[in-house]
């Protein structure tokens, strides 16, 4: 009998330790599951609002807000053209600077036509480092330079191992995709402090939310644009300038032409005018967004997934 006592108490003690282990399984699961909902409720209030409530409003008054001209680096294709084309058709005159003379020309002259605002051009090879800012900024001396969008940006031919790169490709990496954004920020940055008013818009990448193996020095540097851009808005937002950070995945531009399949324009894949429509809608709303409404839903994912699902899913980009 003593010995049934002992093995029911024991049976008694046991449900409890197990009553207190689910209790707290169960607090653990409501927690995650109520935080869960919160984000999701989060990011789905960020998508309403920044890119379907601008749809119903009028536009905003990008000259009034930052100023009458506009700088686009990196301007001659892909997201900065259309972003430049974007800025002119909100009426700011624009600063072209690239590195073809031709191509910035035409751009110009289009622009012009089209939006009846002013341009000037400035051939800047932003890989030979120092030697082309004196130029850019005696351009923009004199003009009310508002918003700065640092979109110049190199990638590798195709996704590949660092130890491959060659030596040219990573001075171009980092003075391409880092120095120029810094210098540029340098020269217009005062000027925006002394009217207190001004946009800063960095263009980095999806590959900057995890490590990004076969595009190591090309994530490393969209990176350093990320953490660039969110130390210079709480430095400089109190004195009344955005700093915002686009981190778009992948867009149909001359940087995926190495892939069939994301070179063709498809939901997730928007073409260079889609994206800028869509991102120049969120200036001064995001300080830190992928800046295109499908690609909002894939950060959301890529920002939770584990990083070694996204390391094996970046290390297949180079066979699609």
């Known amino acids: 009998m003593a010995a049934v006592d002992s093995f029911s108490f024991l049976l008694r003690e046991i449900g409890q330790a197990c009553s207190c282990v689910i209790e707290t399984l169960a607090f653990i699961g409501a927690f995650y599951i109520m935080k869960t909902s919160l984000t999701v409720a989060s990011n789905t209030y960020s998508l309403i609002r920044l890119y379907f409530i ?9 000259v009034k807000l930052y100023g009458s001209w506009a700088a686009v680096t990196g301007c001659t294709s892909g997201i900065g053209k259309s972003y430049a084309k974007e800025l002119a058709c909100h009426g700011v005159n624009v600063v072209l600077i690239s590195r073809n003379k031709e191509m910035l020309e035409a751009l110009a002259k289009d622009i012009e036509d089209s939006y009846k605002v002013e341009t000037e051009v400035v051939v800047a090879d932003f890989s030979r480092g120092r030697q082309v800012y004196p130029a850019i900024k005696k351009a923009l001396l004199g003009k009310e330079t508002g918003i700065l969008v640092n979109n110049v940006g190199v990638f590798y031919d ?15 990496l ?26 800063i818009v960095n263009v ?12 190591t020095a090309y994530s490393a540097s969209k990176a350093y644009l990320d953490h660039f851009s969110q130390s210079l808005y709480y430095e400089y937002a109190p004195q009344g300038i955005f700093v915002q950070c686009l981190c778009p995945a992948f867009v149909c531009t001359t940087m995926s032409k190495y892939s069939p399949t994301l070179s063709k324009k498809s939901l997730f894949v928007p ?14 709303l995001s300080r830190r967004t992928p800046g295109y409404s499908l690609h909002s839903i894939q950060g959301f994912f890529a920002q939770i997934i584990p990083e070694w699902l996204w390391v094996r899913g970046v290390s297949r980009l180079g066979s699609f």
């Open 158 to 172: 195709h996704p590949d191992y660092f130890a491959n790169l060659t030596e040219d490709k990573i001075w171009d």
């Open 271 to 284: 073409s260079a005018d889609e994206y800028a429509h869509q991102a120049i809608a969120t200036l001064g």
């Open 54 to 62: 601008p749809r119903l409003v009028s536009r905003p008054d990008l």
């Open 204 to 215: 980095s990448s999806m590959s900057s939310y995890h490590p990004s193996p076969r595009m």
């Open 174 to 199: 980092i003075n391409i995709n880092i120095g120029a954004a810094n210098m540029m920020v340098y020269m217009v940055l005062p000027g925006m402090v002394q009217r207190k008013k001004g946009a």
